[in-house]
């Protein structure tokens, strides 16, 4: 168990709609990271917030957004749905003071989108 | 380049060593992270090590990098069944950013 929790594990959309998909944080870290991992491959880095900020972005495209709140839960919405959007969704948390070295990812949500 | 190169599977007899090896691109990598993932899964932090070391051990886990050759092996001793799973290396560049390259997993097979 890292502590960092997400919901829901799992959904299911059609294309063009919109998704929210939610995300807390281990206690004390203020660093959250979301990630999307297609199927058979490895994760990518979609975006990363620190303090309510976007701190760092992948190659996604602005449908992709993200928010961060004063209790350093997170959401990540997902606009205009593709096919291609089907995916598992991590988010991971990461901390200061000597743990900033270490990211800790949730169990992830399962996105279909049909 | 961004490239995170793993071989895609590996299969051990249960009690043997495993060896899994990843290369990666960037001189600029700061930490390198070792994650494994069971079917349906999330990412479980299996290690990590600091780009100015050469070792690490960790109970059953040795982290070796040669950071010269841009090469990070991760060795499971005596390999049991509940290691069977997908192993990822990912890489951090910078002390700035939480970003991690992934590499495309090696899926571990471990039979009896």
């Known amino acids: 168990e890292t502590g960092v929790t997400q919901s829901p594990t799992h959904l299911i959309k059609t294309r063009g709609q919109q998704v929210t998909l939610r995300c807390s944080s281990q206690?004390?870290?203020?660093?959250v990271s979301w990630y999307q991992q297609a199927l058979g491959q490895g994760p990518q880095f979609i975006f990363q917030y620190y303090r309510e900020e976007e701190n760092g972005r992948g190659n996604f495209p602005p449908r992709f957004s993200g928010l961060q709140f004063p209790n350093y839960s997170s959401e990540l919405n997902v606009n205009a749905l593709e096919l291609d959007d089907s995916a598992l969704y991590l988010c991971a948390s990461s901390g200061r003071q000597g743990l900033r070295e270490t990211q800790y990812f949730g169990p992830g949500t399962r996105l279909l989108v049909l | 380049g961004e490239d995170v190169e793993q071989s895609l599977f590996l299969s051990v007899r249960e009690g043997d060593s495993s060896v899994i090896n990843c290369t990666y691109t960037d001189s600029s990598s700061t930490y390198l992270y070792w994650y494994k993932q069971e079917p349906g899964a999330g990412l479980q932090l299996l290690t990590y090590?600091?780009?100015?070391?050469d070792m690490k051990q960790d109970q059953r886990l040795t982290v070796l990098l040669n950071k010269k050759d841009k090469h990070l092996s991760l060795r499971i001793a005596d390999t049991q069944t509940g290691d069977s799973a997908i192993y990822f290396c990912?890489?951090?560049?910078?002390?700035?950013?939480?970003?991690?390259?992934f590499g495309t997993g090696t899926r571990l097979q471990v039979f009896p």
């Open positions: 206690s004390g870290h203020n660093t």
């Open positions: 090590i600091f780009s100015n070391m």
């Open positions: 990912a890489e951090r560049r910078g002390y700035n950013t939480d970003k991690l390259i």
